[in-house]
């Protein structure tokens, strides 16, 4: 087993290995996140910047965000954060109240979130995000409005808001019948209740979950629901590159390996072009580690096109597709559309399809309409 | 062979009191067999019968015994269905031998089956000489039993062997029992052969495989023979006898023997189970008595889940209906399901086992309608038709009247649950014939019940409200004149076809309300609220809704998600692939399935 870090070594060489096939590439945003990456030390994280920077060409205003939990930060590191170059700090607080986050198995309480919040400002962070949940256990509308009434006054640059889903297997799925869950009414209730206090409060939501003031929507998520090229990097981490989908191993040994893999390719030859040899250019990718690799075909794109693109509250532009695919929305899909505009869900305006407020309610029906 | 020397004979039991395993002791203490060879079972050889245990067609073994008078015997060890559907089978079974071996549990004693198949036996004047078995379980009674099988059947059962079929106890002095208690068959090779068919299996190689009894003469190869029923005609190409598990070729058959024979026949048909197989050239005066054309009682229709497999549930029927005569089917339509079948059966047990072998032998994934009887539906232009699919029932102002099948029932059960099976039997419409008491802790029901009203549930019902303790068993009565109705569902206002049953006008709202209720559990709520009714004749009597969906919703989805998020949209699809839609509404296959059994407990 790997420790933390030689964890940060094999990343660094993955980074410095990878690095080179796409040297024609601006980076616009980069994400640390997946686990709590506030608890590497200043070194380590300082280290992973040095390769990244070394290793490719970045925005003079990229985004750079690091994902935290409430008290797994310190007034040194932020400062040091900062004069890295990183400029947006998530924190996961998930509710102020302490009882409702001591039932979803949370360590940190409401007052080390603030302390760790009023330290984020105090090093210079102007571009805050706050997880929140709603549906928790036992959590009230009352208690929620609370939690949201208390986040809006410490007035962060972005929320995200999400509805709490029991996924099989996690403590809370195996206890549930411990819990009060709130109904399906009272979740919904909940939901729009997000949306109402944080309109008044200056946000606008830009995607299913995600809030933010003006000009503060996350660049990074965006790339995702809008099909931009992302390179993950260390383990389990997922990458879309010219359409070509592909993922790192989750397990430490087999991320070792996947890193000696790719060390192997890159003496041998130099990563193909792409996506002239796309063929090539897959089979190089299988080569040096990547796994699951999926080149998308034509009509994948487009599925992704759409139920990406239409997560986010501007929906999609129909211009685009008719760019991408050389081809009308309408030629593609112009039953489905007509269907789902029958039964509310779906609005056309602008240029742009949207969901209606109930077609986000029940999007899983609507997204999968769109998948051939 | 010595006429002298044989002996045919099958074991009569109640389900569970241990016929087969009575069978399997005589067939290896007769020592044709190592124990290593032994099946668990001998004669139960389907997969799906052992399961089961019960033993679904009838199949014979030949045995060879050195009695205690030095003399060798050969045995024809017969065995017979042990279920109220296959009483017809039984019967032809019951025709091909001299005597029976009655098998009572020594716990339980007599029972309703045990009653109707030795009756059945005795009619068929069959020695019946009774063994009384399980006398190593505590609660064993066998004084009580024996006193029993003399009361109620009348019988001399003092010197009846005391088995353990399971443990080997008490085998040889059945075998002794054999040789001295039943008969040697009679008639003479030299007469124009009769033979009695009593079974038959289909074969690839060798075409039909004919199971008989030769009543008279006797048949080689060369013989051309007649089916006297069916008129077909064939020449003989094989006979042999029944080794366990194996065909044994032999030069002939004669009198009072028990085997088969081929003849390149192609089809069950031809070789109708009670037919008398004759010589084309020498052929007797007049056939055996006892044969009937078997009707189907029960009826249902079966659809593929995936219309895409429509011919092979098409290729599957037919290969079963090769060694089944009594299954019938013939093709069908339905709005909601698609092409499928009509099928009939001999009765609901017949019918789950066609069921459970398409699903298990031909890998086939079915959506099966509730099961109905024929009903006669006497028209006001004087024409009368069989219903078997609900949908074909004619415009009520067209009909004059109906008629349903009604059964004679019998059901034995303990004097403490008397009370809530007749009130079970009250709630069936059934009508009360009598009380017979057999001893004073147990009785036995008599009740005429109509047929539609136990092929649904009837039998667990029963099972049920007496404990495990109510045996049952009923033959058809005849038709008689009901107040029938056809109850309609409609879901979003669109009426399922599929869902349509018919059943007494009294019934109606219970069944209608139950429908809705289950039906709404059963079908996923929509984008729209969905209502569910029952309909008589147009007329609303329940209703139920399905609300519509509130939310459906992936709250999160980022870069590494998105391969994941996609395959749970693809199932979301896929499954909606596999609902059968009905207008706007996407019907689970389940919902057909659950609506079939409405527990009314």
Known sequence: MGDVESYVNLLRREIALRAPQYNKYQVISIFFGGGTPSLLSTEQLGGIMDAVKEGFTLAADAEITVECNPGTVTAEKLAYYITCGINRLSIGLQSADDGELARIGRIHDYKTFLETYRLARAAGFQNINVDLMSALPEQTAASYQRTLAQ?????????????????????????????????????????????????????????????????????????????????????????????????????????????????????????????????????????????????????????????????????????????????????????????????????????????????????????????? | MDQSKIRNFCIVAHIDHGKSTLADRIIEQTGLLTSREMQAQILDNMELERERGITIKAQAVRIIYQAKDGNEYIFNLIDTPGHVDFNYEVSRSLAACDGAILVVDAAQGIEAQTLANVYLALDHDLDVFPVINKIDLPSADPERVKNEIEDVIGIEAQDAPLISAKNGIGINEVLEAVVEKIPAPGGSPDNPLQALIFDSVYDSYKGVIVFCRIKEGRVKKGTKIRMMATGATAEVVEVGYFGAGQFIPCDELAAGMVGYLTASIKNVKDTAVGDTVTDVDNPCAEPLPGYKKVNSMVYCGMYPADGAKYPDLRDALEKLKLNDASLNYEPETSIALGFGFRCGFLGLLHLEIIQERLEREYNLDLVTTAPGVIYRVYKTNGEMIELTNPSNLPDPSEIDYMEEPVVSAEIMVTSEFIGSIMQLCQERRGRYISTEYIEASRALLKYELPLNEIIYDFFDALKSRSRGYASFDYELKGY??????????????????????????????????????????????????IPIQAAVGGKIIARETVKAMRKDVLAKCYGGDITRKKKLLEKQKEGKKRMRQVGNVEIPQSAFMSVLKLDDD
């Open chain 1, 151 to 372: 986040v809006c006054a410490l007035a962060p640059e972005h929320i995200s808001a999400y509805s709490l889903i029991l996924e099989e297997g996690t403590p809370l799925y195996v206890n549930q019948k411990d819990y009060n869950f709130p109904d399906e009414d009272e979740e919904r209730e909940l939901y729009y209740m997000t949306e109402r206090v944080l309109l008044k409060a200056g946000y606008h939501r830009y995607e299913i979950s995600n809030y933010a003031q003006t000009g503060k929507e996350c660049r990074h998520n965006k790339v995702y629901w809008q099909r931009g090229d992302y390179l993950g990097l260390g383990l389990g981490a997922s990458s879309l590159i010219a359409n070509v989908r592909w993922k790192n191993p989750d397990g430490y040994a087999d991320y070792a390996a996947c890193v000696e893999k790719a060390r192997r390719a890159a003496k041998e030859r130099p990563a193909p072009e792409r996506p002239a040899g796309m063929e090539d250019y897959v089979n190089y990718l299988r080569k040096s580690g990547c796994q699951e690799v999926q080149p998308l075909g034509r009509q994948e794109q487009m599925e992704e096109f759409m139920f990406l693109g239409l997560r986010l509250m501007e929906g999609i532009e129909e211009a685009a597709f008719l760019n991408i695919f050389g081809v009308s929305v309408d030629a593609v899909y112009g039953e489905t559309i007509a269907r789902l505009a029958g039964q509310g869900l779906l609005e056309r305006a602008g240029g742009r399809l949207f969901l209606t407020p109930r077609g986000i309610d029940v999007s899983n029906a609507a997204f999968a309409a769109f998948l051939f």
């Open chain 2, 480 to 529: 008689e004149q009901s107040k029938l109705v056809k109850l309609d569902i409609l879901i979003n206002h669109d009426e399922v076809d599929a869902l349509s049953f018919i059943v007494h006008a009294d019934s109606a709202y219970e069944r209608g309300r139950k429908m809705c209720e289950k039906l709404k559990d059963e079908i996923p709520r929509h984008l729209f609220e």
